[in-house]
Structure formats: C-alpha cells, structure tokens
C-alpha cells in the first residue's frame, strides 16, 4: 500500500487574481504571489492559480462538478517505487517519473473519469 499525503492542488483560471481573492475572502486562505501563478495556502495544502489566456491550447472547462479542476499531486517517498507498484498494478501513466529541478521529481497518472493526478517527491538527492 502507498503512503501518500497531499501535496497541492492546481487549478487553471481566465482570473487566477479573482480566483484567489476568492479563496482568501470566502475560506481565508492565504495568499502568495509567484511568477506566472498565485498561490493560496488553505487548510495547510497549497492550491495554484495559473493563467489561462485565450489561443493557449487549455479546453474549456466540462460541466459542473469538474470546472477549474487540472490535476492533484500527491508527496510520496521513492517514487520510482511507488510508479513501479502502480504500474504493477496496471496504472495508466500520463508522464513517466522525471527531475522537473533540482529536488523534484514527478510523474502524472490518470485517475478515474479522467483525473490528472501528479505524485511528486522532494528530495535533495534529485539535484
């Protein structure tokens, strides 16, 4: 069984400012200005905002309940192992672990109805 906890979750908007200045003012979260995103720290999770602008390639969001909806990550510990587990259990991988930077290795995999999920380690031993 993996252990896993949450990481983030990271949601596309046209407003990624009304966006956060939502999540502040109706659930106080906090928030964090980085280049080319916002973050809002909520309930101890990270939640980031990227801008979606017209022509990018991003489809419109499906009907509710998924609108705004890009993918989770999930931390996990030896994420070799982890996609090794998961592809042994038949797992659909999306993208296959790899260094994004130094410190941070990812992998997506496809959940159910379609569901972007990254697991992610960070650990310096990726630099």
Not at 32 to 57: M, Q, T, Y
Request: contains cysteine; aromatic residues 6%; proline residues 8%.
């Amino acid at each position: 069984m993996l252990n896993v906890t949450w990481d983030h979750i990271h949601l596309r908007s046209p407003d990624p400012e009304a966006t956060a200045n939502w999540l502040h003012d109706v659930l106080g979260g906090e928030i964090i200005r980085n280049p080319g995103r916002i973050d809002v720290r909520l309930g101890g999770a990270s939640v980031f905002i990227a801008k979606v602008e017209p022509g990018d390639g991003v489809h419109e969001p499906p009907k509710t309940p998924y609108q705004g909806l890009d993918h989770f990550g999930l931390t996990v510990t030896d994420i070799d192992a982890a996609a090794a587990a998961l592809k042994a259990k038949g797992v659909t991988f999306t993208t296959e672990p790899t260094t994004i930077r130094p410190g941070v290795r990812i992998c997506f995999i496809r959940g159910p109805q379609g569901i972007s999920i990254e697991l992610l380690e960070r650990d310096r031993k990726y630099t």
